[in-house]
């Protein structure tokens, strides 16, 4: 890269969102600071005699208490009235908050009432009432009902985050007549958290509406979308009276049974077939106080009900998969550390209850070890106080996993240690202050396993340490910050473990080229850092923007309690967004947004004034622009292109020198119809083309939503992708060294790789409280590797390619005549001197995998917080050592494949004492 090109790079990055910043503020943060100001406020009214829940608003209470009304749009006009009246009615009681709320709608027979499972979006009409008790302006609990009396609700964080998988017990009914429809809502005290006082108090309250049919949204207090956050725009509730703390103690015992049947193999003494398992167990929510609560568990269920995608990952790197078990979803937001980088965090709930990593005996023809490890126990604590002190602590253990594995000849079983007790801890702290504007906190996280003495457990650490800060300021009404985090590692084990992890992908301390690294076989201690600051302007009428710099140093290492694919970068960035809200001639809104960012490695540092040396460290950045258009009948079309400019990489060749990587070019076409039709659709396009023809792309795909009643939802997700790889690495080896890398060879691929996936999901709804959710994924993936060849020299992108020859075989010796590389069966031998003996060999790669994924979830709520689950989950895996798609072979092939069936029922009675 030029001297030249780097400072336009630079001008880039940081010019938009540095020049003129002021005048920009002056420019259009008027008009939301006008939207902030106007507070709306009600009182609330006190339950007076009994109230039925019965969807009508007709007790003398109703009658009695103060009507909050004027709604104001969000959308599609920000500011106007709302086109039908809303009148909402708050009242306490001693144990519980009651909302009356009457939607008016002249055509009442247009009302969207579809039905969906509990928490799940969809096109129907909705209202919503939201508390901030504290009155912190950054947290609080939104509940929704739809027009059909479906139940939604979540707990927000951070002033404008949601958290969905926060369920309380809450009741509710809905009544339509002629004129519009009703809600009426009861919520018990003990559901949210608060600070009781003899005195009357002042909640933050919010009460939202969507009506569909005119696509509307609209807010007793204004969600302005020209300003940052949510619980921060909140109105004002009066006259709360809440002299008493609730009482917040729930038992959850559960009972499951599940049935495996799947594939076996002859002689296997562990699994013929099919067999059957069950469990109970407990769960226990009780409030330590009037803002704490302490979650444990006896016996706890954390298996899951949802299946994970199928991934094929030809990367160095880790998958990352969504926690989706029960007690680590609920409440986890309060120990969320986000690094830089797309999912990378400081505490990775997944690792609690991992995959065993123990192997088993040399030559067992058979073992019988645990999917995961088996948790003994876990428990939390977690709270918020009224000075806005949030606090998480959560603790776990897992036990040591015993497997078994059998020696068919001399039909011996022998007990082996499959993965080590192992203990879990995270502490997080956050404060606020500024009226909630500001926050700092801080997290610790400690995981110790209790490795046997006899070594065979020394690849793995014995202790691994987390901790980091971090803060966000705002000032001027939000419309600023200054945020960032500051996170160290220290992971400490024998020194084969401390060696596996220099070694690991996200390090590569070994690579023989680097002037910064250095592998130490004899280190038993490792330890880093990772830092961010950005400056943002979050909020304005047209103008927002950010401009951040980051950096992990080598040592940094979090992966035994956390989840990080990054290695030691230098990190730099901006964006810069202009956006529309006001509908004009063609569009409803549209915004426009500039984003770019470049990494490097620390080598760039060795001569600062070298521009050279940026260059020869330069390993990740683009410059980006997206563009999204809502048009005035509702369809929306994204526009995004990507320049990535001629790169280098430090992964391609496993921990060997760095190699070139070509820049390329790429664009996206997203357009999608009015989803509130009976039927929507999507499309897109994805095309990118590399320099000379290398690492090219084209995917596309569909995505049709299909609503023939209002309880029944189909969608349908086909994708087609069609890519090349001009440097798949193979192997390497140091046969016949190779002086130009360092004496080692590296051999790559050519590689073309077609996969065609389409995800299916079927939701049936009989009640609010009796659903049926299918989904299913079928996915198969080809990958050709077209040619074989081997790595000239570090730092570049030149190759020779293997010319094929024939194979013969020779006594011992194979032949590869004419050629280079020769194939016998499903082996391919390499001749590196050309003297007609082949020298290497390696198992060819061609392959086809099919997958299919699926399950099926009958989810029936009996009672208030209690459910009753029956679940099909089903996996069928099939692979060939061949590298052609055919789809309609394909797609025999997949049915075709072994299944793996698993039938659970699942049985839980929620207790509220």
């Given amino acids: 890269m030029s001297r030249r090109s780097l400072i336009w790079i630079t001008l880039l990055a940081f010019g938009p969102a540095a020049l003129g910043a002021q005048q920009l503020a002056e420019e259009d943060s008027d008009a939301a600071r006008e939207l902030a100001s106007k507070t709306a406020e009600v009182s609330a009214g006190t339950v007076v005699g009994d109230i039925r829940l019965d969807g009508r608003l007709d007790e003398e209470a109703w009658l009695n208490a103060e009507v909050a009304s004027g709604f104001i ?34 055509d009442a027979a247009s009302i969207a009432a579809q039905l969906v499972r509990r928490d799940s979006e969809g096109q129907y009409d909705f ?30 964080y951070d002033d404008e985050k949601q958290d969905r998988a926060w369920d309380a017990v809450w009741e509710s009914e809905v009544t339509l007549d002629d004129g519009g429809w009703t ?158 980088g797309r999912q990378n965090q400081l505490f990775y709930s997944r690792r609690v209850g991992r995959s065993p990593q123990g192997d088993a005996p040399s030559g067992a023809d058979f073992t019988d070890v645990t999917a995961a490890a088996t948790i003994l126990g876990a428990a939390k604590i977690s709270g918020r106080t009224s000075g806005g002190l949030s606090v998480g602590v959560l603790g776990a253990v897992t036990q040591a996993e015993k497997g078994v594995a059998y020696f068919e000849d001399e039909g011996r079983q022998d007990e082996f240690l499959a993965e080590p007790r192992t203990h879990f801890g995270v502490v997080r702290v956050t404060q606020d202050f500024g009226g909630g504007a500001s926050q700092i906190g801080g997290i610790f996280t400690a995981l110790q396993r209790d490795l046997p003495e006899d070594g065979s457990f020394d690849f793995l650490t014995s202790t691994a340490f987390n901790a980091g800060i971090d803060f966000e300021f705002q000032w001027g009404d939000r419309e600023w910050a200054l945020t960032g985090f500051f996170a160290g590692s220290h992971i400490r084990g024998d020194s084969t473990a401390i060696t596996r992890i220099q070694r690991s992908n996200n390090h590569y301390f070994q690579r023989p080229d680097a002037t910064r690294l250095g592998l130490d076989p004899t280190a038993t201690t490792m330890t880093g850092v990772d830092w961010r600051v950005a400056f943002a302007r979050r909020s304005g009428r047209h103008w927002t923007g950010a401009i951040w710099a980051a950096e992990v140093t080598p040592g940094f290492e979090i992966n035994d309690l956390g989840f990080s694919r990054r290695s ?25 947004t500039f984003f770019t960012f470049h990494n490097w490695m620390h080598e760039a540092l060795d001569d600062v004034w070298s521009f050279g040396s940026w260059s020869r460290a330069h390993v990740s950045g683009s410059a980006s622009l997206r563009n999204k258009f809502e048009f005035l009948n509702y369809w929306e079309l994204n526009l995004n292109g990507t320049y990535t400019p001629d790169l280098v990489s430090r992964s391609a060749t496993r921990g060997g020198p760095l190699t070139a990587k070509p820049g390329k070019v790429s664009g996206e076409i997203r357009l999608s119809t009015d989803k509130r039709a009976r039927l929507s659709m999507g499309a897109n396009v994805n095309v990118a083309r590399g320099r000379d023809g290398i690492g090219n792309q084209f995917k596309t795909g569909l995505n049709v939503t299909l609503r023939p009643s209002p309880r029944l939802e189909l969608s349908v997700k086909p994708q087609f992708t069609k890519e090349t790889n001009g440097a798949q690495y193979v192997t390497s080896t140091d046969i016949l060294a190779f002086g130009p890398t360092f004496g080692r060879r590296y051999i790559f691929a050519d590689l073309d790789r077609t996969s065609f996936s389409m995800e299916t999901r079927l939701d049936v709804s009989f009640t609010p409280d009796l659903t049926l959710q299918l989904y299913a994924q079928p996915l198969i993936s080809a990958v050709d590797y077209l040619s074989y060849k081997q790595l000239l020299a570090p730092e570049t992108f030149d190759f020779e390619t293997f010319q094929a020859g024939a194979f013969s075989a020779s006594g011992e010796d194979v032949l590869c005549q004419g050629g280079k590389i020769c194939q016998d069966a499903d082996t391919q031998y390499l001749d590196f001197d050309g003297d007609g003996v082949a020298d290497a060999s390696f198992s060819d790669r061609d392959f086809i995998q099919r997958s299919l994924v699926g399950n099926a979830v009958l989810r029936w709520e009996y009672r208030p917080g209690s459910t009753i689950f029956l679940v099909w989950q089903r996996r069928q895996l099939g692979r060939e050592d061949i590298g052609d798609f055919d789809l309609g072979r394909d797609i025999g092939a997949l049915f075709d494949a072994p299944s793996d069936d698993r039938f659970i029922v699942k049985v839980n009675y929620w207790l509220g004492l």
Avoid: C
Wanted: proline share 5%; glycine share 6%; aromatic share 12%.
């Fill in 73 to 106: 749009q969000q959308e599609p006009v920000e500011g106007n009235p709302a086109i039908e009246d809303t009148q909402v009615r708050v009242l306490f009681g001693p144990d519980a908050i009651y909302i009356g709320a009457r939607m008016v709608d002249s």
């Fill in 127 to 156: 209202f919503e009432v939201a508390f901030d008790p504290n009155m912190d302006r950054r947290t609080g609990y939104v509940f929704r009902v739809s027009a059909a009396n479906v139940q939604s609700d979540s707990y927000l």
């Fill in 183 to 340: 809600a009426e809502i009861r919520i018990p005290l003990s559901q949210i958290r608060y600070e009781a006082s003899d005195s009357l108090q002042t909640w933050g309250i919010n009460f939202a509406r969507r009506q569909l049919r005119h696509n509307e949204r609209t807010f007793f207090a204004l969600l302005s979308r020209l300003q940052r956050g949510t619980v921060s725009q909140f109105g004002i509730l009066r006259g709360v009276e809440a002299r008493k703390n609730a009482r917040r103690l729930e038992v959850l015992p559960y009972v499951l049974s599940s049935s495996h049947v799947g594939p076996s193999e002859e002689g296997d003494p562990f699994f013929d077939g099919s067999e059957m398992s069950g469990r109970t167990g407990v769960e226990l929510s009780y409030g330590l106080s009037a803002n704490f609560t302490l979650d444990a568990t006896v016996n706890p269920d954390f298996g899951q009900v949802e299946a994970d995608p199928a991934v094929i990952n030809l990367s160095a790197f880790e998958t990352f998969l969504q926690e989706r078990r029960p007690f680590f979803v609920e409440d986890a937001r309060v120990f969320d550390f986000n690094l830089s």
């Fill in 568 to 592: 030691e970068v230098l990190d730099a960035g901006a964006m810069v967004t202009y956006k529309e809200i006001e509908p004009g001639s063609l569009f409803r809104s549209y915004n426009l």
